[in-house]
């Protein structure tokens, strides 16, 4: 069986939030930073929220964790010495999907959606005057991306004004959210 390195936890994942309507690149967003985040040797989870009111498919037909599902298992869990899947009949709430992360001892946890669940979070916008209400309804904004090159006046809110970035800001924008994501680990683990 494989080692793996052992850590010890020391306080909570930093919770950071991607929010940005369909084809905002929220997917692609989280892509880049898993990649700088995994440079850093911090081990971040990923909560992906499926908006899309189908059921997400297992893509296990005619294997042990269906035939389970189908005889009533409300939970399925398969674990080889290469990986683990966790399957449920239901849907998981956000705070209890959190708290399975917390008990994996992740050092980042990252959310993908729930635009109505406010957690730090980077809002990317496609057309600030169509997305503005999303802007506009976020609490504790880290930054702002922007599809367009001509930023628009920023949002007046109360608390300092967040960054804001385009798109092709990459270096600067991913700058901005590691800096945040390491001096917020640091604040949890009290290094």
Excluded at 107 to 132: H, M, S, T, W
Excluded at 148 to 153: D, F, I, P
Aim: charged content about 25%; aromatic content about 4%; overall charge positive.
């Amino acid at each position: 069986m494989a080692r793996r390195r052992e850590r010890m936890a020391v306080g909570s994942p930093v919770i950071l939030q991607v929010v940005g309507y369909q084809n905002s690149g929220k997917t692609t967003l989280i892509k880049k930073l898993l990649k700088r985040l995994a440079e850093l040797h911090l081990q971040t989870g990923v909560i992906k929220h499926h908006g899309h009111g189908v059921r997400v498919d297992h893509n296990d037909s005619g294997k042990d964790t269906e035939q389970h599902r189908s005889a009533g298992a409300h939970v399925t869990c398969v674990i080889s010495s290469e990986n683990s899947i966790l399957t449920m009949n239901s849907e998981l709430p956000l705070n209890k999907a959190i708290a399975i992360y917390e008990t994996l001892e992740m050092d980042c946890i990252l959310i993908e959606g729930y635009k109505n669940i406010q957690f730090p979070r980077v809002v990317l916008l496609r057309n600030e005057a169509e997305d503005i209400d999303l802007l506009i309804h976020s609490l504790d904004v880290i930054a702002t991306i922007h599809l367009n090159k001509s930023l628009a006046t920023p949002i007046q809110r109360t608390g300092s004004p967040s960054p804001r970035f385009t798109r092709d800001d990459e270096k600067k924008w991913l700058d901005c959210i590691v800096t945040y994501i390491i001096q917020e680990h640091r604040k949890e683990s009290g290094s």
